[in-house]
């Protein structure tokens, strides 16, 4: 008891906690237990029946756990060889490997005021696998682009291997004045497949200078024009 063991998920590589199965002898006469063999992805923790001469409605009890060695569902048996007439005796195994989510530093960028239509300087986000197996990325890429966020240098497209890092840089070029905030979406193969990084900038348009700042005429004879003087005003925003 049970006939069936279902593990809650399970990050590939780690051990789950022990689940019991007990044996009980519901004969007139002691039973002799054989062997107690998990198959699978599944290991006893410890084993108190293996051996073991059980009295009549005596009970024994062995631990299970359940270590995934891929993503997915996992099934095993654990089979009972004993004495009785209908041996073996098996009780369904099962459980679910998955890949946890991959962090990131920072989590979120902000790029202050920005000159419409001027790239920004890029900043760079760090993504860390923190499976013990490798992590499979399909995706990095803003979910809206046409609000000017771009994502370049991306080196976690492909396989991050277990307990590595992988970076992208994210770069804004506003269309418009106003303040705009964005989503940079990563797509990989872990439990939750999509993660979000939120990124935020304004678009602003640059005062022009004015060269020069003042201007002398010297001593000019009332009622005469002066020479000409330039003033130079320009845009820097482009």
């Known amino acids: ?20 199965v007990t044996l009980t002898n519901p004969n007139a006469s002691a039973l002799q237990i054989n062997t107690v063999t998990p198959s699978g992805d599944f290991t006893l923790s410890s084993d108190g029946c293996t051996g073991t ?56 960028l902000t790029f202050g005021n920005v000159p419409v239509d001027v790239p920004s300087a890029a900043q760079t986000i760090t993504s860390t696998n923190p499976n013990l197996v490798p992590l499979t990325v399909t995706s990095v ?22 307990g590595a890092t992988c970076t992208f840089d994210v770069t804004f070029t506003p269309s418009q004045t106003g303040f705009t905030t964005g989503t940079i979406i990563v797509t990989d193969n872990a439990v939750t497949p999509t993660q979000s990084i939120t990124v935020s900038g304004t678009g602003i348009i640059v005062t022009p200078t004015v060269s020069p700042t003042s201007l002398s005429f010297g001593r000019v004879q009332v009622g005469t024009i002066s020479g000409p003087q330039t003033v130079t005003l320009s845009n820097s925003s482009l």
């Open 1 to 20: 008891s049970p006939l069936v063991l279902v593990f809650p998920q399970q990050e590939v590589g780690t051990t789950s906690t022990a689940k019991n």
């Open 53 to 108: 001469l059980l009295a009549p409605a005596a009970n024994c009890v062995v631990s299970v756990v359940f270590t995934p060695s891929q993503t997915g569902t996992r099934p095993g048996t654990l089979t009972i060889v004993d004495a009785a007439a209908n041996v073996p005796q098996t009780v369904s195994l099962s459980g679910k490997g998955i890949l946890v989510k991959p962090t990131f530093s920072p989590t979120h």
């Open 141 to 162: 890429a803003p979910s809206v682009p046409s609000v000017g966020f771009t994502v370049t240098n991306d080196t976690c497209i492909g396989t991050v291997a277990a």
